[in-house]
């Protein structure tokens, strides 16, 4: 199993790129921020001194939007960072949550999305593609060159969607029940188009908060910690019943349920630790969600994932423990998982 680190890009951006050496040093594969050009620091100017600073990190967005910039400048951004150093970049991409609703905008369609993939990937990778009429391609991009687009989904259709056309599937959750759940859908969708589903990288994103023991004040403040996921999730959800309805047999209760309570949110506070538009999310959820507790819960809830057919696990790392569960990962819980 792979392992990822996910960051929003806060200043100081020398602090970000340190928590990537860290995370490279402990044995993670891939680097991950937020992109929302508005609530944090551009992501893609980070990239490139992350991708200096380090040996073999693949970076990326935990996800870009098709709405933010135009595609051709994306893809080009991509292609040149690959180019500068080697093919090290991956394009996570999806609605547009934080990014289109700070800026005054709604998400982006499905369709959109769709058809960004298509375009972002084609010019990534040198090739040819049609920008609503005319035809573009990069001159410079070598051959060789490659940008897989992995694709943020919780809904039927967008889960329909990456297992048609994605080349990686990202679930902003920890839940083994929604996991399985999930994955079969997109597995099942490749196989109806055609495709091999084990082409489709499963990549699952959480915070992980890691305890010295499972005492109640241990677990207490871990899922303060850890509730603002929830909260996040919860705008994606709230989204999903929004379209298909409370009740609806198209989406698991087990998701939708614990947002009954849910009044407002705030983006001031987006993926924040203390986020005070998080106060619904229960207990169950966090522990569901997230994978807290002592470095035996977390190695039996890696190792479930694993067996759930996910490739890679992304720690969201926004809590006031980052360095301690980097290097715990690194020390304790990377090296038994992938013994």
Known sequence: M???LVLQTDPPASRV????????????????????????????????????QTRRLTVGPMVTNPGTRTWEVTASTFATLNDMFGNRT???????????????????????????????????????????GTAVRLPWVKDGAELPVWMAAYGPKALKMTGEEADGFILQLADLYLT???VEAVKDAAVAAGRDPSEVTICVAAPAYVTEDDSPEALAHAREQCRWFGGMVGNHVADLVARYGADSAAVPTELTDYI????????????????????????????RFCVIGPVEK???????????????????????????????????????VNG
Not at 260 to 275: F, I, L, V
Not at 308 to 318: I, P, T
């Open 2 to 4: 792979d392992f990822g």
């Open 17 to 52: 790129i340190e928590l990537m050496q860290r995370a490279e040093r402990n044995g993670f594969t891939h680097g991950w921020t937020f992109d929302s050009a508005v609530l944090w620091q551009e992501p893609f100017v980070i990239y490139s001194q992350i991708l200096a």
């Open 90 to 132: 991956v394009c996570g991409i999806g609605r547009g949550d934080s990014a289109m609703r700070v800026a005054g905008r709604k998400p982006n369609t499905l369709a959109r999305i769709s058809d960004a993939m298509k375009v972002i990937r084609a010019l990534g990778r040198g090739e040819e593609a049609d920008l609503g």
């Open 180 to 182: 399985e759940y999930m």
């Open 260 to 287: 009954k309570a849910r009044e407002g949110y705030d983006y001031a506070h987006h993926g924040r630790s203390g986020n005070p538009d998080t106060r619904f999310v229960p207990d169950e959820i966090v522990d």
């Open 298 to 336: 977390h190695i039996e809830k890696l190792e479930a994932l694993r067996g759930l057919g996910v490739d890679q696990f992304a720690v969201y790392d926004m809590h006031d423990a980052q360095e301690a569960v980097i290097d715990v990962y690194g020390s304790q819980v990377i090296p038994v």
